[in-house]
């Protein structure tokens, strides 16, 4: 079955530091990914999409590349703040209407 | 209003009692989706409309679970017969696009449904 993974574990890093988020998925072959933030009590909110003929996209402060060799995505952050503390989700999705299948999501914690 | 309104925000039932969780999508989108989020994990696809038809409902985990949105804006997810197992976050999200897929989703906060 479709199998999505994101670091279980909560993320802590510095302030100024660069937070790296890995999304690996396995038995799909998604045309897209997308990245979400969810604070506490909030729905998930959209960061940036990235399509499978796509290797890099850049927003801002964000950064996300999609391996589909080795089935990875990997989500940065750079010169993170502690605003930047949330949970972020990792989505993909096969065309068609958008139906996305999402991971648990991995919680970053930014301190000063 | 300018983004996805859901209501009730919290909803406490006794088991066996049905519940009616109501959406509002942003106005003029087509999609509008229904997911469930458990504590700690990732949202979970409930079901899908393209405005009033309602074009995959795989996810639904039971025949409790029914879902409408009549006149293609406000939606309502019903859940009969509550059980414990459904207490959990229901989410709704809605995006512009009926078709080609990859367009953002916009949620809304959700509804916190506990089951006592």
């Known amino acids: 079955s479709q199998k999505i993974e994101q670091n279980s574990e909560a993320l802590n890093i510095q302030e100024g530091k660069t937070a790296t988020l890995t999304c690996n998925y396995t038995?799909?072959?998604?045309?897209?990914l997308q990245w979400y933030r969810q604070d506490p009590g909030r729905g998930p909110v959209f960061l940036l999409l990235i399509r499978e003929n796509e290797k890099e996209k850049r927003k801002e402060r964000l950064k996300v590349t999609f391996d589909t060799t080795l089935k990875q995505s990997l989500f940065h952050i750079t010169a993170s703040q502690p605003a930047d503390s949330a949970t972020y989700l990792c989505a993909l999705g096969s065309g068609g209407y958008n139906k996305l299948i999402f991971g648990a999501g991995t919680r970053l914690a930014v301190h000063p | 209003g300018a983004g996805v309104s859901q209501s009730p925000r919290y909803k406490v039932a006794k088991r066996g009692q049905d519940v009616a969780l109501r959406c509002d999508p942003i106005s003029g989108h087509v999609s509008l989706f229904w997911y469930q989020q458990a504590l700690g994990q990732g949202p979970e696809f409930l079901t899908y409309?393209?405005?009033?038809?309602?074009?995959?409902k795989s996810g639904l985990p039971s025949d409790r679970f029914f879902a409408e949105r009549p006149e293609g804006s406000v939606s309502t997810l019903k859940i009969q017969r509550t059980q414990q197992e459904d207490s959990a976050v229901y989410l709704c999200a809605s995006s512009l696009v009926q078709a080609g897929g990859n367009e953002k989703l916009f949620f809304g906060s959700g509804t916190q449904l506990s089951v006592l």
């Open positions: 409309f393209q405005n009033e038809a309602q074009l995959d």
């Open positions: 038995n799909y072959s998604p045309a897209y």
